[in-house]
């Protein structure tokens, strides 16, 4: 197919959804005076990072609500193609969305509440997937210690599709001790940036791959170089980072700022409010299920690196003495990770030599 | 018009919901566990209540995820009647479904975050709409005294219905002093009912509406007896009970049990686990809007009163003696109540005397 696919030709329009954003934000920000009448105030800095942080007094208390997107649609897709149901991978990718951006300010998550809205009723009379979807998300609790609180679970017709369900997750934890706090004032040139392995696409660029997937003859059926399915590959279950975080944590290594790379790729790794470049000089490698992505849409590298992870889920920004150990207790938590980059002065961008591509400023307003 | 509707025939079949639910809250109870490892633990009677208690050492912790459901509908409908977006009070709605379940346990509602997820970016592309949203959004969060920490709008086509909106908003609070934790434990025989007004039909009931405005000629354009369109006395804003209740805390009065009148009407009243009764004696005014529902539906009592608010919004269970100061401390708050009933011992059941209406224990598993 010759076919180059897009961000926009496949339905996410970053351009139209930013100015409410923005509306949002400022409107948002004017309401933190609220927490005085409580004798409380909130940590500004937190705002346009991943979750949002008030201090509590003991400790820092941080909250967020995150969604999964459209990745349920692959897993709808790919029962009636092998008959599992996939909802447990897929659990486990939206309390990722919410538990690996919560870690990013330091914070340890304490409890999730689910939000699993459905097209109807009738949604929730399949058992089969019903369960699977309880089982997932049990376990993805499980496997980032935290306790899942309760939940909403409607039937909206006429606002969710029909057959459909949108997964969403809320988390909330704490900082503690409050020197864990990570929004990023001790980031400086000189760091090293540590990558952490992604599993795949985790829920980002999913959009893209549902629309390669109705281009390619045999659509998720299609058989990628390793003789997966390129559905399955796509549900390949999102790397829940907690674990590598408390252990950093308990290790006496401080983090100097924290990324969870979600839409947008790597121009996340330029997200902290600084002027600073980062500039990588090994890059881990590209999950096949990316790389068959890559191909098959004619994605050039830097349409790759700044819409889908490319085998980086996370990255932690360390001192240099400190970039070794980082990746040893990763490894102990069972996530490969690699001494990638370095942080230095000079203008914000992204800098990934071994390709020739750098991402600069302009290229899009992140904390929009 | 002759057709008699119910919940049923309206789309919330809340006998297909339940298994579910069930399932997920057996599963969510087993990760309680998952708290020690933080070295804090939840309060497992909030389990089963409108929030989620954690116990954080110097105050309680409460958190909760909650939806509007289907009532942008009618927001976009009646649009196109009038011209109004409406919007601005169905984000009202959105919040009133958090907080006033939070502070059912005692909390003080801290901070909010928004889920609005669309069927497409161009939802958020119609200005109008889109800021009305985040005005009566930022004032809610003002009226309810939250800061607004942040939130997802994701553009989710083919899981969100095109041109529609899912709203939905998780909060966090604290309980504190950790005296003010209100999960029933003192709810007594002899305990007055203190009902606090709604404004109307408030976010539950909708679909029900929603069936009735298809079936009326005129539909959401239907002029009422006090010549308000039907459509428009639908979108009242939900009332924020908040205020009222940190009024009453201020004034050291004990809140043995608190119910917020959503779903499944005043059923909700019969929520406490114990087997109690509740015998209502007096009734608040039914607002025009549900009094036109009940009478255009042909909706007998036993079944407005157990689906629909009827008047009540909000239920609060304190001692006889305080319950004149509670109704006072609410006028205060701009909020009318009313002393309408007495806990008593004796089967779990509802007594709505003036009506002769009686709900009994198995008319919903309430808790599920």
């Keep these: 197919m010759e076919t180059r696919i897009d961000y926009k030709s496949s339905g996410v329009d970053y351009s139209t959804l930013d100015p409410i954003k923005v509306a949002a934000q400022v409107a948002a920000k004017a309401t933190a005076a609220n ?128 057959g459909a369900i949108d997964l969403a997750a809320s988390c909330v934890g704490w900082v503690k001790p409050k020197s864990r706090l990570t929004l990023g004032e001790a980031l400086a040139p000189g760091d090293a940036i540590v990558l952490l392995e992604s599993s795949g696409i985790h829920s980002n660029g999913v959009s893209l791959a549902r629309k390669l997937a109705g281009l390619l003859p045999q659509g998720y059926a299609t058989p990628m170089g390793d003789g997966r399915l390129f559905g399955e590959a796509l549900l390949d279950p999102t790397v829940l980072y907690v674990s590598t975080l408390e252990a950093i944590a308990k290790a006496s290594i401080a983090v100097n700022y924290a990324a969870n790379i979600t839409g947008h790729g790597w121009l996340k790794l330029m997200r902290h409010p600084a002027s600073l470049t980062y500039r990588f000089h090994t890059l881990p490698p590209v999950p096949p299920v990316l790389q068959f992505i890559c191909q098959h849409a004619k994605l050039p590298d830097a349409e790759a690196y700044s819409s889908l992870n490319m085998g980086a889920g996370f990255a932690l920004y360390v001192s240099t003495g400190e970039a070794a150990r980082v990746v040893e207790l990763a490894a102990a938590q069972g996530v490969r990770a690699y001494v990638a980059g370095v942080v230095e002065s000079g203008p914000k961008r992204v800098i990934i030599e071994p390709l020739g591509v750098e991402f600069g400023a302009g290229d899009i307003n992140l904390r929009a």
Tied chains: 1, 2.
């Design 35 to 162: 927490l005085s009448i409580h004798g409380i105030g909130e940590v500004a800095a937190s705002r346009g990072e991943s979750a949002y942080v008030v201090d509590a007094g003991d400790f820092y208390l941080a909250s967020i609500t995150e969604c999964l997107g459209t990745k349920a649609l692959v897993a709808d897709a790919m029962r009636a193609i092998t008959g599992r149901t996939y909802y447990e991978n897929i659990a486990q990718d939206t309390i990722a969305m919410a538990v690996n951006d919560l870690i990013t300010v330091g914070a340890t998550p304490l409890s999730v509440h689910a939000y699993w809205a459905a097209g109807g009723g009738d949604w929730f009379a399949d058992a089969e997937r019903a369960n699977d979807l309880v089982r997932g998300w049990q376990a993805a609790c499980d496997k980032s210690g935290v306790a899942w609180g309760g939940g909403e679970t409607p039937a909206l017709a006429g606002v969710v599709s029909a």
